[in-house]
């Protein structure tokens, strides 16, 4: 796995030349404004990897037996994966915060 | 051709990577490189896409892992890189793209005039305007130096077919005095899967502005750089060009303003005129941007008038340099009266008879005038 460095600077004198992020996306977390909250319901989830094939993030992985699950870190709440899955195992829930 | 002076340039300057759309007039420059990329001759992958939009975010990608990076375009070619020029300047990709300089259309128009290229103005891509192939050529490489140098894009423009299909001899240095002369790329970022940074994500107001500085400070810099890169250049090679370059200035009472190949002519009608006894100059303007302000203050204090020949125009202001030379002035100690003349617009000729005609107008007026057309049928 390569290093994600995170780069400090205080100014103009300091910061990068180039409009580089202040780290990696492995650093850089992303989901921080996501107001709907997928959520997989794996008593009705028969692994097909729909939800997989249409996250454009891309936010569900999948375990080696085929069973998705949402990366909350980076996933957004667009809620393509909730529309798209056949057997309406994932259902769309408000964050609380 | 002033095409294959960029495709030799290019090909000098060891480029790695190429992307491009064909377009009128600037076709040759890639016929060229792909042949060289087909023979062998020049190891550099060449990316064959779909529009001109795209050719230019291939080579930014191409320039964000480190490699060297070459495109060219024209006219409408160059308003559909639009976008992405904005994007090489904000990501800070030392792209280098040969512009030849074609009317934009409607009506259709294949032949030379600059309102594409100074359409991007504003964007932060340097550009240089060339007089002749061999200038073309050498400038290609200038720019290399001088763009990885400060992390900015840079066009090198000519005019089309006046350059862009007219044959003239053009010295090819030798491929090693050129590398002593440009080193390898490497910037300090780059997509490396090693060292994972993320280019150009979303920044919001705590530091969108201080990066909008840095690209105004690179291009500060960029006019010490030109000025080293081409002092440099003569002394490896024995060709300078200057940001700015004065023919019989320094006793003139009118200088005539220049850019590209009217330039040329209008030295000729200078030396012709100085023959009669008339005291006439040429500055002709070869880098634009970053625009050399202080040169052409020092350049301009001594003289009693100024004309400024445009092969453009800034619809409902003035031509564009025009504008650009008065804003200079504006705050200077010494500001001589400035007409303002447009020709050559859409590949008209413009001969020793229209700088004549320039010279004797703005001899005989006491009055300057911001926009005055020459030449136009009544």
């Known amino acids: 796995m390569p290093n994600a460095k995170k780069i400090i600077w205080k100014g103009v004198d300091d910061m990068p030349e180039m409009a580089v992020s202040i780290a990696s996306m492995r650093i850089n977390k992303t989901a921080s404004w996501r107001n709907l909250k997928p959520i997989i319901d794996y008593n009705k989830c028969k692994p097909c990897g729909i939800c997989w094939k249409f996250c454009p993030e891309p936010s569900i992985l999948l375990k080696e037996d085929g069973t998705p699950m949402i990366d909350y870190d980076y996933c957004k709440g667009c809620g393509i994966c909730a529309e798209e899955c056949p057997r309406n195992a994932i259902t769309m829930h408000r964050e609380e915060r | 051709m002033g095409n294959h002076a960029l495709s030799y340039g290019a090909k000098l300057s060891r480029v790695q990577v190429i992307a491009a759309y064909p377009i009128t007039p600037q076709t040759q420059v890639v016929e060229l490189l792909s042949e060289m990329c087909a023979d062998g001759e020049l190891d550099a992958q060449f990316v064959k896409v779909e529009s001109e939009h795209s050719a230019l975010a291939a080579s930014i990608g191409a320039s964000a892992v480190g490699a060297r990076t070459f495109t060219a375009t024209s006219a409408q070619g160059l308003a559909l890189m639009h976008e992405m020029i904005h994007w090489a300047v904000g990501a800070r990709t030392p792209v280098v793209l040969g512009n030849i300089n074609r009317a934009m259309a409607p009506p259709w128009s294949i032949w030379t005039d600059q309102n594409d290229s100074l359409s991007e103005r504003d964007t932060g891509i340097m550009q240089v305007y060339c007089e002749s192939n ?5 400038t290609v490489i200038q720019a290399y130096k001088v763009a990885e140098k400060v992390l900015l894009p840079c066009m090198v423009v000519l005019d089309a077919f006046y350059l862009s299909h007219t044959y003239e001899p053009v010295d090819i240095p030798e491929q090693k005095l050129v590398d002593k002369y440009l080193p390898p790329f490497n910037p300090p970022y780059k997509l490396d899967p090693k060292d994972v940074h993320a280019f150009g994500g979303l920044t919001d107001a705590k530091w969108y502005y201080e990066l909008r500085y840095k690209i105004e400070s690179a291009m500060n810099r960029a006019r010490e750089e030109w000025k080293k890169a081409d002092d440099e250049f003569g002394k490896i090679f024995g060709r300078r060009y200057g940001l700015v370059e004065d023919y019989r200035c320094k006793d003139a009472d009118i200088i005539l303003i220049t850019s590209g190949t009217i330039t040329g002519t209008a030295r000729i009608t200078v030396d ?29 204090g001594g003289a009693k008038k100024v004309a400024c020949i ?28 400035i007409w303002g003349y447009i020709a050559g617009l859409g590949g008209r000729d413009v001969t020793p008879e229209t700088i004549k005609e320039i010279v004797k107008r703005t001899e005989e007026s006491d009055r300057p005038e911001d926009l005055i057309w020459i030449g136009l049928k009544k």
């Open chain 2, 134 to 138: 061999q200038e073309v050529q050498d």
């Open chain 2, 272 to 300: 012709i005129l100085r023959d009669k006894g008339k005291k006439v100059g040429v500055l002709k303007i070869r880098v634009f941007r970053p625009f050399p302000t202080d040169k052409v203050r020092e350049m301009l």
């Open chain 2, 310 to 337: 445009d092969r453009n125009i800034s619809f409902g202001q003035s031509g564009i340099f025009f504008e650009e030379i008065k804003s200079a002035l504006y705050n200077s100690s010494h500001r001589p009266p």
